[in-house]
């Protein structure tokens, strides 16, 4: 599917009006050359007024959110898409509690979650491992130990950082939580 994607707050608040146009726009993400049933692969199937699709074949129910980030919100999509592209067009990334302010949800944990979830959607699966020349540091992620200097790690979290080499600046990037410094954690996949 051929996308524009919008460039503005007001252009995505202008195409995604209404929860028809942001369930409609789901449809033709997941099902582009009509509607294909999860269980049996029938291609016929009919919309109830409550947005389940019923599979003609063998009478399998199912939703355009189901298996997706979406599935069983009791919030409207509308709030989910501008989530989704508030996460996705700032340049400095998104806040747990950015969202819970400019989305107006009810507590922090709602906003938290989405945001995981949200970023949990971004990764590519199966995507390529870095290649060329790619330089692995580590660091230390969590408040300041009282007393403590240096690389003293207690309470904290450690942290893998892989850089890809590309040119004169920095490729694709790496993270990963690890147990420890050692070699073996360090050039683990």
Same mark, same amino acid.
Request: glycine content about 12%; overall charge positive; aromatic content about 8%.
């Given at each position: 599917?051929? !996308?524009?994607?919008?460039?503005?707050?007001?252009? $995505? !608040?202008?195409?995604?009006?209404?929860?028809?146009?942001?369930?409609?726009?789901?449809?033709?993400?997941?099902? &582009?050359?009509?509607? /294909?049933?999860?269980?049996? %692969?029938?291609?016929?199937?009919?919309?109830?007024?409550?947005?389940?699709?019923?599979?003609?074949?063998?009478?399998?129910?199912?939703?355009?959110?189901?298996?997706? +980030?979406?599935?069983?919100?009791?919030? &409207?999509?509308?709030?989910?898409?501008?989530?989704?592209?508030?996460?996705?067009? %700032?340049?400095?990334?998104?806040? @747990?509690?950015?969202? %819970?302010?400019?989305?107006?949800?009810?507590?922090?944990?709602?906003?938290?979650?989405?945001?995981?979830?949200?970023?949990?959607?971004?990764?590519?699966?199966?995507?390529?491992?870095? #290649?060329? /020349?790619? !330089?692995?540091?580590? @660091?230390? +992620?969590?408040?300041?130990? #009282?007393?403590?200097?240096?690389?003293?790690? +207690?309470?904290?979290? $450690?942290?893998?950082?892989?850089?890809? !080499?590309?040119?004169?600046?920095?490729?694709?990037?790496?993270?990963?939580?690890?147990?420890?410094?050692?070699?073996?954690?360090? %050039?683990?996949?």
């Amino acid at each position: 599917m051929d !996308e524009d994607y919008p460039k503005t707050l007001l252009e $995505m !608040e202008r195409r995604f009006s209404s929860e028809d146009t942001c369930r409609d726009y789901l449809t033709k993400l997941r099902w &582009p050359s009509g509607f /294909i049933c999860p269980v049996c %692969q029938g291609k016929v199937g009919w919309v109830d007024r409550r947005h389940r699709w019923t599979c003609q074949a063998c009478r399998r129910q199912s939703t355009v959110t189901a298996g997706t +980030i979406f599935e069983g919100t009791h919030l &409207p999509l509308q709030i989910w898409f501008r989530a989704v592209w508030l996460v996705t067009s %700032q340049k400095s990334g998104a806040s @747990a509690l950015g969202l %819970q302010r400019v989305l107006g949800l009810g507590s922090y944990e709602t906003a938290w979650s989405w945001l995981h979830k949200l970023r949990r959607a971004m990764v590519r699966p199966g995507r390529d491992r870095l #290649s060329g /020349i790619v !330089e692995v540091d580590e @660091a230390f +992620i969590g408040g300041v130990t #009282s007393g403590a200097a240096g690389r003293d790690g +207690i309470g904290k979290a $450690m942290v893998t950082i892989a850089a890809e !080499e590309d040119g004169l600046g920095i490729g694709r990037i790496r993270l990963a939580r690890v147990v420890d410094g050692s070699a073996a954690s360090l %050039q683990e996949p």
